[in-house]
């Protein structure tokens, strides 16, 4: 059986200043000096004007600093984009990719996301894929079926444990206070594992699948803990030190 180092990933979406960034990351970095960077990874996902700026902030410490998408074209005429390769050329380990906020506003389809994920693979990010069901999908029993295509039409088939963290976000559980209870929450991670698995083992079983939509600080310990979760993706809990540094510890 594998071991898969947990994840914890803030996403900051469009939120924050330079001042505001700059106390953030100040309490974050105070408060993480007991992690073990051995057995925690840590990603920090600002919006594209404050990544340089955390970046020198975050400079030595055990913390990455990812983008929340990105295009799919190299380069080219696609006024107010950016690039994987530019994202690359910055510094930044990863990107956010297939978040239901881009696939809502940006009606961003999976084919789309399968293009920006094979360009931010082409430029050596890490992608972090979102994917999760609406609440009229879920009540409809659709919530596997919505996975299950997701994954298969969302991936190029180059993806692995390296490239790819894959983030099983609930629609209706994103910044609402409503969680799936934990019982729905492994058992769907474990089914998103074992679609991977039919494909290919390996993969399956390192790749890590982090839970996201309104995780905080009481109740990170429950769900980090279950089985199949390696981690979370947090948005609305980031943004507040305390919450964070709470969920990182837990
Ligand atoms: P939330 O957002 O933690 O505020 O629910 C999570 C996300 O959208 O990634």
Redesign the pocket.
Known sequence: MSIRKKLIAA?W?MNLNKDDSTSLINSILSGISSVDPMNKDILICPSFTLLSHVMLLLKGSIINVGAQDCHFAEKGAYTGDISALMLKDLGVSSVILG???RRLFHKETDLDVCNKVKAAHKSLLKVVL?IGETKEEKDKGLTLSVLKNQLDNSLNCEFNAENTVI?Y?PVW????SVTPTTQEIQATHSAIREHIASKDKTTASNIKILY?????ASNAKEILSLQDVDGG??????LVADEFLSIINS
């Open positions: 996403n979406k978040h239901s906020e979102c983030a976000e559980a994103i910044g609402t996201g939509g309104s995780l905080k993706l947090i948005g609305g809990a980031s």
